[in-house]
C-alpha cells in the first residue's frame, strides 16, 4: 500500500480538505494511473452531504478521472505504461449476474461498486479521483484518446456517458422531437449529443439567458418552462424528454409535453422523492423511466464516439483549493458547465 494525497470531508458538514488515503499495492490485474484531471459532479455534492443516506467517512469524492498510466500488474493486457485512460463511475461488478454478462455492469444484480464511498469485495472503502492516484482492475479502465483535450474528456466519464446511455437505448435520432430540461453538466451533453445523432432539440429551461448557449450547443428550438402559454404549445409535441434536474422539481409539468407512447427518462437525482400523478402517464400511455450510466463496453463506445465526431464538455478547469467554493457554485448554477479540478494543483 502507498499513501497518496487527496482532498476528502470527514462529514456532511465539514468542507473538503487536505487528506492522505491508502492505495493497495498493484494486483495481477491492475492498473496504477496518475491523475491528471477529474470533474466536478454534482452526484459529489450528493455524496459528501450525505444527501442519498449511504456515504462513508471520511469521502474522497470524483468519478470523473482522466490520467496516464503509472504501472500495470503482471497479468494485464488491455494497457501499457504511459498511455491515457479513464476511470469512470464504477471499479468493479461481479461479472457473474445476467446483466454483467450482458455488458450492463452498472445494473449488476450483486451491485456494482462505486468509484469512491463504496465497499469492495474485500470490504475497503474505495476513494474517488480527489487525489493524485488511483488503481483499479483493467476490466473497469477506459482508453482515452489524446486527440481532445482531457479536461474537456473527463466530464464524459459520467455526464456523457450519463447521457449517452439513454439516447441509444432508446434509440433517439433523426426523426425524433427531443426536449432536454435543465441546461447543466448533464443537460449541455445531452444537447451535444442529440444534436449529434440527427434528433431536433429543445431546450426546456427556467432561465432566458440561457438561450443563447443552448442553441451554440446544438439546440434547434428553446422553450422558457415559466412560460405557460409557451408550454401550451408545446403540449403534446416531444417523443422523448431528458430530465437532468436534480433538485426538487414537478414532473407532472413536462410529462404532459410528451406525444402519444412518449418517454420521459429521469438522469438526474433529486435528493427528495417525486410526486406523480397516475394521469400523467394514462392520459397518452406516456412513461417515466429512469437510466444510469453505462456499462464498461458502452463507455468506451462513447468515448470513441466523441474523439471521432470532436465532442467534449465545456468546462471550467480550477484548482483542488477551490473545490468548495465550486460546490457552492454549482448550487447556484454559476458554471458554464463542469467544473474539473487539475490535479497537478495538488501538491
Keep these: 500500500m502507498s499513501l497518496i494525497k487527496a482532498y476528502a470531508a470527514q462529514g456532511p458538514d ?70 491515457l485512460a479513464g476511470v469512470g463511475v464504477m471499479v468493479e461488478s461481479c461479472r457473474e449476474c445476467v446483466n454483467c454478462k450482458k455488458g450492463l455492469e452498472q445494473y449488476c444484480k450483486v451491485g456494482m461498486v462505486g468509484t469512491y464511498s463504496a465497499r469492495d469485495k474485500n470490504g475497503d472503502v474505495t476513494q474517488g479521483g480527489y487525489s493524485k492516484q488511483i488503481v483499479v482492475d483493467e476490466n473497469y479502465v477506459l482508453r482515452v484518446s489524446d486527440k481532445l483535450p482531457l479536461a474537456g474528456v473527463a466530464p464524459l466519464l459520467c455526464a ?97 409535453l410528451l406525444d402519444t407512447d412518449g418517454v420521459m427518462i429521469c438522469v438526474g437525482a433529486p435528493p427528495t422523492p417525486a410526486e406523480v400523478a397516475v394521469f400523467s402517464l394514462i392520459g397518452g400511455r406516456r412513461s417515466l ?7 464498461i463496453a458502452e463507455t468506451q463506445e462513447m468515448l470513441d464516439y466523441c474523439a471521432e465526431h470532436g465532442i467534449t464538455s465545456d468546462v471550467e478547469v480550477i484548482d483542488i483549493a477551490s473545490i468548495n467554493k465550486a460546490y457552492e457554485r454549482i448550487l447556484k448554477s454559476d458554471v458554464r458547465y463542469r467544473f474539473v479540478i487539475d490535479m497537478a494543483s495538488l501538491t
Design 14 to 83: 465539514t468542507p473538503l480538505a487536505p487528506f492522505q488515503i491508502d492505495r493497495r499495492a498493484l494486483r495481477p490485474k491492475d492498473i496504477q494511473l496518475e491523475i491528471l484531471y477529474c470533474g466536478v459532479c454534482h452526484s459529489d455534492i450528493h455524496m459528501v452531504r450525505n444527501e442519498w443516506k449511504q456515504t462513508i467517512y471520511p469521502i474522497v469524492p470524483g468519478h470523473e478521472i482522466v490520467g496516464r498510466v503509472t504501472a500495470v500488474g503482471d497479468k494485464v493486457t488491455k494497457f501499457r505504461r504511459g498511455e
Design 160 to 256: 456523457g456517458i450519463t447521457t449517452y446511455s439513454p439516447l441509444r437505448h432508446w434509440k433517439v435520432g433523426k426523426g425524433d422531437k427531443l426536449g432536454v430540461i435543465g441546461l447543466g453538466g448533464l443537460g449541455h451533453m445531452a444537447v451535444k449529443l442529440a444534436a449529434s445523432f440527427g434528433a431536433e432539440v429543445t431546450m426546456l429551461s427556467t432561465s432566458p439567458t440561457k438561450e443563447k448557449d443552448a442553441r451554440r450547443l446544438g439546440a434547434q428550438k428553446f422553450a422558457l418552462t415559466s412560460d405557460a402559454a409557451q408550454l401550451k404549445g408545446l403540449a403534446g409535441y416531444f417523443d422523448f424528454i431528458i430530465d437532468t434536474v436534480s433538485a426538487k422539481h414537478d414532473y407532472n409539468l413536462y410529462l404532459h
Design 289 to 295: 423511466a429512469g437510466s444510469g450510466i453505462g456499462g
